[in-house]
T-cell receptor, first 116, second 118 residues
Framework: EAGVTQSPTHLIKTRGQQATLRCSPI?????VYWYQQALGLGLQFLLW???????NRGNFPPRFSGRQFPNYSSELNVNALELEDSALYLC???????????????FGSGTRLTVV | AQSVTQPDIHITVSEGASLELRCNYS??????LFWYVQSPGQGLQLLLK??????LVQGIKGFEAEFKRSQSSFNLRKPSVHWSDAAEYFC????????????????FGRGTQLTVWP
């Protein structure tokens, strides 16, 4: 089974530019989550998409946005990049089967965004 | 408010020694608990998870964790540490959302950095 796939692996942008990060969930997973891991700040929750809808949003400014496509893949857009946006951006996908009580929450390898 | 506390920022052990990483959580709903490991520059790899059943959970790489509801704890243990276990370890908690059909966001602790001496 293929895991959560993120692209690109590394991304270098100039302050003020826009960045687009992509995530493909595990097949059958309908929920996708985005987290930011900046140096010294731990894992910060950004966005959660499920069935194409934004379900929850973390404490980030509106220039962080995203969407989920019909095939459940997702895109994170960061506009007007600032130096402090430099971080590892992690995507995760999940599944839950109520009858079996089976569930999973799997992370990708991340996109390293560097803003210069 | 939901939160996860990992009181140890950094732990150093000798190879072959036993290990226990502490995790305490605060969550209003029935918690789904996770332990992840992260090597430098990498994503998070799931070690083990717990929702219900036997409170001692076995995971990958020889790790286990014990859920103690009375103490709101989910400590990670390994009887004998290997040099390859050096990494950062994260405890996380989440819950079912919506109509109870999907997991919501996870709340993470700040992580415990494990150093292993040869």
């Amino acid at each position: 089974e293929a895991g959560v796939t993120q692209s690109p692996t590394h991304l270098i942008k100039t302050r003020g530019q826009q960045a687009t990060l992509r995530c493909s969930p595990i097949s059958g997973h309908t929920s996708v989550y985005w987290y930011q891991q900046a140096l010294g700040l731990g894992l910060q929750f950004l966005l959660w998409y499920d069935e194409g809808e934004e379900r929850n949003r973390g404490n980030f400014p509106p220039r962080f946005s995203g969407r989920q496509f019909p095939n459940y893949s997702s895109e994170l857009n960061v506009n007007a990049l600032e130096l402090e946006d430099s971080a590892l951006y992690l995507c995760a996908s999940s599944f839950y089967q109520s009858i079996q009580g089976n569930y999973g929450y799997t992370f990708g390898s991340g996109t390293r965004l560097t803003v210069v | 408010a939901q939160s996860v506390t990992q009181p140890d920022i950094h732990i150093t052990v000798s190879e072959g020694a036993s290990l226990e990483l502490r995790c305490n959580y605060s969550y209003g709903a029935t918690p789904y608990l996770f332990w992840y490991v992260q090597s430098p520059g990498q994503g998070l790899q799931l070690l083990l998870k717990y929702f219900s059943g036997d409170t001692l959970v076995q995971g990958i790489k020889g790790f286990e964790a014990e859920f103690k509801r009375s103490q709101s704890s989910f400590n990670l243990r390994k009887p004998s540490v290997h040099w390859s276990d050096a990494a950062e370890y994260f405890c996380a908690v989440g819950a079912l959302k919506g109509r109870g059909s999907t997991l919501g966001r996870l709340y993470f602790g700040r992580g415990t950095q494990l150093t292993v001496w040869p």
